[in-house]
C-alpha cells in the first residue's frame, strides 16, 4: 500500500489543524458537532452485526468497536482535562497509553450499547460545560505531558470535534467499503 493511500485511511478527513481565529462561530459550530456526535454515531453502527463490529477499519488497524470504546475512553479523558483547566492553574494532565486501553478486554469484547448510552450522557454534559465558557475560560490552559506543550480549551473544543468526526469517518468509508 502507498504512503498516501495508508495516510488517507488513518486520516480520512485529514489531520487536525487548528484555525487561525477561534471565531464564536467557529466555536458554536464545534460544540454543535460535539454535542451531535453520539447520535450520529449510533446512527452509523446501531445495526451493525458483532462481525460487522468487529472488522477493522484498515489492516492493522483497530476494529470498529475498539473505535467506539476508544472514543469514550477518549472523549471522558477530554472532560476531566477541560475540569482540571477549569479549577486548576496550568495543570499538567495526566497522559493515558490510549494503544494499550484499546487492547482491553473490554474494548475488545464489550458490546457496544452501554458505551453508546455513555458517550450520550457524556457529550451532553462535555456540550453543556462548554457552552457556558466565556473569554476567560475559554483561555485557560492544561499542559500535555506527553508533547510538553500548553493547550488552551478553545483549541480542545475544535480537537476534540475533529476526533470524533474523524473516528465516525472511519466507519462510514468501511461502510462504504464493504457495502453495509
Not at 61 to 87: E, M, P, Y
Not at 88 to 102: C, G, L, S, T, V
Request: proline fraction near 4%; hydrophobic fraction near 35%; include cysteine.
Amino acid at each position: 500500500m502507498e504512503n498516501s493511500e495508508f495516510e488517507k485511511l488513518c486520516y480520512p478527513i485529514g489531520k487536525f489543524t487548528a484555525p487561525e481565529l477561534y471565531s464564536s462561530n467557529y466555536l458554536a459550530e464545534k460544540i454543535a458537532e460535539i454535542a451531535s456526535f453520539p447520535e450520529r454515531l449510533k446512527k452509523e453502527v446501531i445495526y451493525l452485526t458483532d462481525d460487522q463490529l468487529d472488522t477493522p477499519y484498515r489492516q492493522d488497524g483497530w476494529t470498529i468497536r475498539q473505535v467506539i470504546h476508544h472514543c469514550a475512553d477518549s472523549h471522558i479523558n477530554c472532560f476531566i482535562r477541560i475540569k482540571w483547566a477549569l479549577t486548576e492553574d496550568k495543570p499538567i494532565i495526566k497522559f493515558y497509553h490510549e494503544d494499550r486501553w484499546a487492547e482491553m478486554h473490554d474494548n475488545l469484547n464489550m458490546p457496544i450499547q452501554p458505551t453508546l448510552s455513555f458517550l450520550e450522557g457524556l457529550h451532553f454534559r462535555l456540550s453543556y460545560l462548554i457552552k457556558s465558557l466565556n473569554e476567560v475560560d475559554l483561555e485557560k490552559i492544561f499542559i500535555h505531558p506527553e508533547h510538553n506543550s500548553e493547550f488552551k480549551i478553545k483549541e480542545i473544543i475544535g480537537l476534540y470535534a475533529w476526533h470524533g468526526n474523524h473516528h465516525l469517518t472511519h466507519i462510514t468509508e468501511l461502510k462504504k467499503q464493504k457495502g453495509w
